[in-house]
């Protein structure tokens, strides 16, 4: 049998909102999407979406002596969500066909420098870059109302921003439009290639989602200006319930003390970007990496309930303290260059490149997960 989270019963006297049984029963359910993904490996693979997301970086203003000198910002996602309902995550959105069009080229800041001849990928097809790039930027002035662009506008634009916001939510075609009219750039070139990841196969939606970040630095003058264009990020209310600046390692900490909810990507990616202490190391480090070369695609391979291979706990047991009467290994995300991710091609034996989630026995729902990268 597949091992599910189990709900509890509710009753009358406790003081527990519609909005959270909702969040907790959507939850449970994926939890048992991915329990019986390794039984859906060999149907028939849903179709990609392009995809971007992008981690916003601002200096801290009070230096700490550890940790990082920046914070990130992270949105809530909605209690409805289909997908990890209230868990934390970056802004970004599914990349349109507008944001392909060529006439972008000769708009954006660096007339497409940054993506020339950078192609990516996608269901047998060659997407230029460009196109993630101008949906990125698209997609966090809808989401977070903040636009990483340059303007020649001389006067106040905000309230026009404001009209706009919505009609380029609802239609991608009103952000050409919105730049026309406005005389407004989008700044391509400060989006700094991270990481790329595609949805497992058995997964019901799937995107193939190239991961960018950007520098919120001070205001510039001079010819090369540029800004984003509203000055507080603020979240839709709709797709997005709330949202914090924080320092990746502080996202780790509140995770572990059950403060907010990190899908297992998410908090992999804010590992990484824990090794970097300040901005300008993210900035030497990302500006030298290109999708395609240095960064690499992964495509992760699920194993969840009784499909977890038995010698991963036996590991967790023996060389990380898991206690099995306590704890036990729930779900396994098998990464490129893991020896049992299937496109291993031949890696070392031992070879290790996995995300294991561990659960409380009395209750495998994701509230009780941790993970363990090994």
């Not at 527990?16 to 449970?28: F, K, P, Y």
């Not at 949906?135 to 921003?161: C, D, H, P, W």
């Amino acid at each position: 049998t597949m091992i599910v989270g189990r709900l509890k019963p509710f009753h009358r006297n406790h003081s527990v909102s519609s909005l959270q049984i909702r969040e907790i029963r959507t939850n449970q359910l994926n939890f048992r999407k991915m329990n019986t993904s390794m039984t859906q490996q060999n149907r028939p693979k849903k179709p990609l979406r392009p995809a971007a997301t992008v981690i916003l970086a601002r200096p801290l203003e009070n230096k700490r002596k550890e940790g990082e000198e920046y914070e990130i910002l992270m949105i809530q996602r909605s209690h409805s969500s289909s997908f990890f309902a209230g868990a934390y995550a970056f802004p970004g959105g599914v990349i349109e066909q507008e944001d392909f069009n060529s006439k972008w080229k000769n708009w954006v800041k660096d007339g497409g420098k940054c993506s020339e001849g950078i192609e990516i990928d996608h269901e047998g097809k060659k997407l230029n870059e460009l196109g993630f790039r101008i949906g990125a930027i698209r997609e966090i002035f809808e989401e977070v109302n903040l636009l990483l662009a340059s303007t020649e506008s001389k006067g106040e634009i905000k309230k026009q921003l404001n009209e706009y916001r919505p009609k380029v939510h609802n239609n991608a075609e009103e952000n050409w439009k919105m730049a026309q009219e406005l005389l407004i750039h989008p700044a391509v070139d400060h989006l700094l290639p991270f990481s790329h990841w595609i949805t497992p196969l058995a997964e019901s939606s799937r995107y193939n989602t190239l991961f960018y970040v950007s520098l919120i630095k001070p205001h510039r003058e001079g010819k090369d200006q540029w800004t984003h264009l509203m000055n507080e990020a603020s979240f839709d209310q709709k797709e997005t319930v709330n949202m914090l600046w924080i320092s990746p390692s502080e996202a780790i900490k509140q995770f572990e003390d059950k403060k907010i909810f990190l899908p297992p990507p998410t908090w992999l990616t804010i590992k990484e970007l824990s090794q970097y202490k300040t901005m300008k190391d993210l900035e030497d480090k990302l500006s030298k990496l290109q999708f395609g070369r240095e960064i690499q695609v992964r495509l992760p391979l699920l194993t969840a309930g009784n499909l977890v291979p038995e010698e991963v706990g036996n590991e967790m047991q023996k060389k990380y303290d898991l206690d099995p009467k306590q704890r036990k290994v729930v779900t396994t995300v098998f990464l490129p260059g893991d020896q049992l991710h299937p496109d291993s091609k031949g890696e070392r034996e031992g070879g290790r490149r996995r995300i294991v989630v561990t659960a409380d026995l009395e209750d495998l729902s994701p509230k009780t997960w941790k993970y363990q990268f090994i």
